[in-house]
């Protein structure tokens, strides 16, 4: 029904940015947000940011004032602009299609393939 396709990881030293791109294709109904999480080795995978169709924005507190997530016009697209980015941030960076309301963010079953990001000197 949804395919998204994830670019823009690469390696990038301590301090510098980065910016992610996710677009999606096919059936959008009763998707009403787009979110970005990530996984390291041996962790489990956690969500970094999520924006809503009506606008509604949510950081993880390890990325507030670090990142900033959007959407373009049609809402087809969503970018993650990371910024003064640590070593901590090195991950598989995946996008998906979920539900939100105030307050909580639900995945569907819907993923990118992922994009590894490294940040190291």
């Known amino acids: 029904q949804v395919e998204l396709v994830e670019s823009g990881g690469g390696l990038v030293q301590p301090g510098g940015s980065l910016r992610l791109s996710c677009g999606a294709s096919?059936?959008?109904?009763?998707?009403?947000?787009m979110g970005w999480y990530r996984q390291c080795p041996g962790k489990q995978r956690e969500l970094v940011a999520y924006?809503?169709?009506?606008?509604?924005?949510h950081y993880a507190d390890s990325v507030k004032g670090r990142f900033t997530i959007s959407r373009d016009g049609a809402k087809n697209t969503v970018v993650l602009q990371m910024k003064s980015l640590k070593p901590e941030d090195t991950a598989v960076y995946y996008c998906?299609?979920?539900?939100?309301?105030?307050?909580?963010?639900?995945?569907?079953?819907?993923w990118g393939q992922g994009t590894q990001v490294t940040v190291s000197s």
């Open positions: 096919g059936v959008m109904s009763s998707i009403n947000a």
């Open positions: 924006i809503t169709t009506g606008g509604r924005i």
């Open positions: 998906n299609a979920g539900y939100s309301n105030v307050g909580y963010y639900s995945p569907t079953g819907y």
